[in-house]
């Protein structure tokens, strides 16, 4: 399955200056099969080496951080001959603190020799006593495929005719409808790469209901391994009332939800492990949308979302028949869904992360992003239903360059008003551009 990081990584491998790649991203989200794809297809070999299935090899790491030594040793291990042509593939780094230490010393001393490595960026951050390759190593981030990544596999003719796009214009009617049809499948497999497989395979939603269900019960189950407090249990709770959070139609996170009498001292630990372990995105409150958006944070009101919308649907409990219900899956729990995926198409594209403003009981807009040095209010919208008082009072007091709203209503840009359909999120970029 094609992944937009593929650039990237081919762009990593043919600069003469890379240093050791760390790829960071949740669990389950392709690290290791892109790794793997990286080494099959552009070198002549690789050595790979994971250290949870093999904690023994942390050894080689533990006596010195020699890189020839530890080059060396793997060659007998592995039976693979490491030279400039083959890629040395760390996966679990999280597991072996030494190795992490170590590509310091490959970037100094074996430079030509390509190394990628992935793990838990939470893991990287709970080993005490280890210093991190400041300076040393380069990072990738890996997200869950998006609608743009999926559909090619769905639909040849409909992804070939979206990225031929150059200009802003109408999607054709036909086009339109079966992105339509389209899309609302993606919003119930999400697109963790094992639920796109599967529905690619078997084209039946309750495999995948089965499949993420075990994936939850599984990301539950991995809450103790990396523990930063006593009480995982808070976690759990935290985690489990996503759903709940994101029905209301004022999103902002309410500890009341997670447990009755909950107070933010007691759950503010188990909500940053959440975040770093990739598995949440946290969106502030914006005092004031200026640059730099980090400075006018609001540190008492934020948002929660999951990082896959397949996920969270299934959290919630809603049945994949609601796939031929109209656009049931679009305003179901307030639009949440649409909600949620916009948020994780917006992620992965724009360098920081957005914010969202509100003004009182009077207005607020679902998430300010920064690009370039514009200041850009977004609204979603979960039909076409398109009137926003929030978004004309931003206008009215801001006067932003831009505005861009997400909606059933076909493509079109006139009063410095972008209107994208839900599906097209993931070329937000290259739209702003064309305007």
């Known amino acids: 399955m094609y992944r937009s990081v593929q650039n990237q990584l081919i762009e990593w491998k043919n600069n003469p200056n890379r240093l050791p790649l760390i790829i960071r991203g949740a669990r389950q989200v392709g690290k ?4 793997k794809w990286l080494g099959e297809t552009h070198f002549e070999k690789y050595s790979y080496v994971n250290f949870d299935e093999r904690p023994e090899l942390k050894e080689f790491f533990e006596k010195d951080k020699d890189p020839g030594r530890i080059l060396n040793s793997l060659e007998l291990i592995s039976g693979v001959a490491i030279d400039k042509n083959t890629l040395v593939v760390f996966d679990e780094i999280q597991e072996s603190p030494e190795s992490l230490n170590a590509m310091k010393y490959f970037a100094e001393s074996k430079p030509d020799i390509p190394v990628i490595c992935a793990g838990s960026l939470l893991g990287m951050l709970l080993h005490p006593g280890y210093s991190f390759p400041v300076g040393k190593v380069e990072f990738l981030s890996m997200y869950p495929m998006s609608f743009r990544e999926v559909l090619p596999n769905w639909d040849p003719n409909a992804a070939g005719y979206l990225n031929q796009l150059k200009k802003i214009e109408e999607i054709p009617g036909y086009f339109f409808t079966t992105l339509i049809d389209h899309f609302k499948k993606y919003l119930i497999t999400g697109g963790l790469p094992a639920v796109v497989q599967e529905f690619n395979q078997s084209n039946n939603f309750e495999r995948c ?16 391994k990396h523990p930063v407090m006593n009480d995982i249990a808070r976690i759990v709770l935290v985690f489990d009332s996503l759903p709940g959070q994101l029905a209301r139609e004022n999103k902002k996170f309410v500890y009341q939800l997670v447990r009755p009498g909950a107070r933010s001292k007691d759950y503010e630990d188990a909500i940053q492990w959440l975040i770093r372990a990739g598995l949440v995105y946290q969106i502030k409150r914006t005092s004031k949308p200026s640059i730099p958006l980090s400075a006018y944070d609001d540190l008492t009101a934020f948002k929660l979302y999951a990082m896959d919308v397949g996920l969270i649907r299934r959290m919630a409990r809603l049945s994949p028949m609601a796939y031929a219900e109209g656009n049931r899956l679009f ?9 949620n995926y916009i948020l994780q198409s917006i992620i992965s594209q724009f360098e920081d992360a957005p914010r969202y403003w509100s003004s009182g009981n009077m207005a607020e807009v679902d998430f300010i992003v920064q690009y370039r040095n514009e200041i850009i209010p977004v609204e979603v919208k979960s039909d076409e239903n398109v009137k926003s008082r929030s978004l004309t009072l931003y206008h009215q007091k801001y006067q932003p360059s831009l505005r861009i709203r997400y909606s059933l209503k076909n493509l079109y840009y006139r009063d410095e008003l972008l209107n994208i359909p839900h599906f097209l999120s993931d070329y937000t970029k290259e ?3 064309m305007r």
């Not at 209901?209 to 103790?224: P, Q, R, V």
């Not at 305003?331 to 909600?339: K, Y």
């Open 431 to 433: 739209l702003i551009e």
């Open 32 to 35: 290791t099969y892109i790794m």
């Open 331 to 339: 305003t179901e729990f307030r639009g949440a869904l649409i909600e």
């Open 209 to 224: 209901d089965a499949l993420l269900e075990n994936l939850i019960l599984s990301y539950k189950g991995d809450f103790s």
